[in-house]
Nanobody
Framework: QVQLVESGGGLVQPGGSLRLSCAAS????????MGWYRQAPGKQRELVAS???????NYADSVKGRFTISRDNAKNTVSVQMNSLKFEDTAVYYC?????????WGQGTQVTVSS
């Protein structure tokens, strides 16, 4: 019922920037939090950044100071601005929605940082 559509992934050189966006649609009555997770080959999925309905943010230590998460409540979207990208940021990035005590995941978008 609920769909999360991610956009903005792609190939970027080290030091470059990308902006990922996620639009939620469907039967959404409330949003507790939205965030981004990523998973690199052979590694666990990990939190990148999240933001609650109250505006509190949380970032992985590895991205603090480089990534910024934001929300547009009117459009039910969440975005993350990713600056100073590194090889280690290469992963599939997944949008996550927490709504009404249930978790919803996007299909993922590939981010590749390569020279």
């Amino acid at each position: 019922q609920v769909q999360l559509v991610e956009s903005g992934g792609g190939l970027v050189q080290p030091g470059g920037s990308l902006r990922l966006s996620c639009a939620a649609s469907g039967s959404i009555f409330s949003i507790n939090s939205m965030g981004w997770y990523r998973q690199a080959p052979g590694k666990q999925r990990e939190l990148v950044a999240s933001i609650t309905s109250g505006g509190n943010t949380n970032y992985a230590d590895s991205v603090k100071g480089r990534f910024t998460i934001s929300r547009d409540n009117a459009k039910n979207t969440v975005s993350v601005q990713m600056n100073s990208l590194k090889f280690e940021d290469t992963a599939v990035y997944y949008c996550r929605l927490l709504s009404g005590g249930r978790l919803y995941w996007g299909q993922g978008t590939q981010v590749t940082v390569s020279s």
